[in-house]
């Protein structure tokens, strides 16, 4: 409905490949302030575009002059467009649009603004990864019919594991996706972790698991865009950058080892983390999944992260890379809580690890019934989204096919 409404109020709409790709997000150099500012970014052809907004639809009386950076899609010429909008009100819905001075705007869209930190509210988050558009999806067809499910529930956010396209060097790839992501990511915010065909997998590139400029120059996320936290309402959620870890075992540059920055970095956030009395939850998220069926389990990712997550007690890990769906047992230091409801994890004892990695991209075997860690696998090939709602101190994780048929369900409580 707001949506309809958005359009009906836009006056006139351009194409796609003239304004488009809207995606909004949280960015700065530390953990931003998500009560109080937003960043919208944005593609257009011209070189002269800004954003207006306002706490009434009909009266977008703020303006702001974005930060322009030239791309090409393809042999065309256009530009990405940055803006961050501060001084915000928590908690309150504001209307934007952006374009140019002769009138040649977007849909007018809406998003809401975190409430205060520590508020214990209802959070409805959108759970995705591995679009990539790959055999199955070329076009991005499997993922837009997961964006059209996730687009009828009022987000206040979605986090993505990774895998976002088949091959991050493609500029193109990246507009096609933001494009068909669009109908959620302009009115909720887009927080992201990298895959490992984000980045750059060639293990004797100087770039060796670092993102192309084209992923630099069209997000706008905290930190260094790869390692970043932000707290929303009670939670803390925690992106994690895994690179190519399949690769990158080989010859011993899986991330996250002990004594690298990052690893640092991660022990610095989790044990503030752990220590704010405004967090209930920590929720990690990262491409590569620590527990896992088949090769998509790296030994050393797991050996290198895993005890971080155990010393400051992470509640929820989120990750991808395998496309399917799978659901652990809460683990810690390698053992499984021995808790005998699979619906309910009461205060469990470890960090409950899920595997959500085919919202498009080629689906994968099946297996893995017989893990000592495993509580459900699908038994079935299926393109997967999650819906988790945050309730104070329980969490509810549905999971849905892209038919918006209900596969899986649980919840988390502390």
Partial sequence: ???????????????????????????????????????????????????????????LKLSKSPIAIEVFNGSSKSYNYKARLTGLTPGRTYYYKCGTEDAKWTPIYSFKTAPVAGSEQEYIIGVWGDTQN?????????????????????????????????????????????????PIT????????????????????????????????????????????????????????????????????????????DYKWLDRDLASARKNRNITWIILYAHYPI????????????????????????????????????????????????QEDQMVYDHPNGTVYITNGSSGGSLQGLGGDNMPSMVYTAKEKVYTYAIMTVQGNKIIYDVYNSKNAKIDSFSLVK
């Fill in 1 to 59: 409905m707001t949506l309809f409404i958005a359009i009906m109020l836009s006056g006139t709409i351009l194409a796609f490949g003239q304004t488009g790709n809207i995606h909004l997000s949280w960015t700065g150099k530390n953990k931003p302030d998500v009560s109080h500012t937003m960043a919208v970014t944005w593609n257009a052809i011209g070189s002269k575009s800004m954003i207006c907004y306002g706490e009434d639809s009909l009266d």
């Fill in 134 to 182: 790959n055999a199955g999806n070329l076009a991005f067809e499997q993922t837009e019919r997961i964006v059209k499910q996730m687009a009828h529930y009022p987000l206040n956010l979605s986090i993505h594991m990774g895998d976002i396209v088949e091959n991050g060097s493609v500029e193109k790839s990246w507009y096609e996706f933001l494009k068909i992501a669009q």
């Fill in 186 to 261: 302009a009115i909720a915010p887009f927080m992201p972790a990298l895959g490992n065909h984000d980045v750059n997998n060639k293990t004797k590139e100087k770039e060796f698991q670092k993102p192309f400029p084209i992923f630099y120059d069209s997000f706008n996320l905290p930190g260094d865009h790869l390692n970043y936290s932000y707290d929303y309402g009670n939670i803390h959620f925690v992106a994690v950058n895994s690179g190519f870890a399949q690769g990158a075992a080989k010859e011993g540059k899986t991330l996250m080892q002990k004594e690298s920055a």
């Fill in 291 to 338: 527990y896992s069926f088949g090769v998509s389990h790296i030994p050393e990712w797991q050996s290198n992260i895993s005890p971080l997550l155990d010393q400051y007690h992470v509640d929820l890990c989120l990750t991808g890379h395998r496309h399917v769906y799978e659901r652990h047992k809460a683990m810690r230091n390698g053992i499984a809580d021995r």
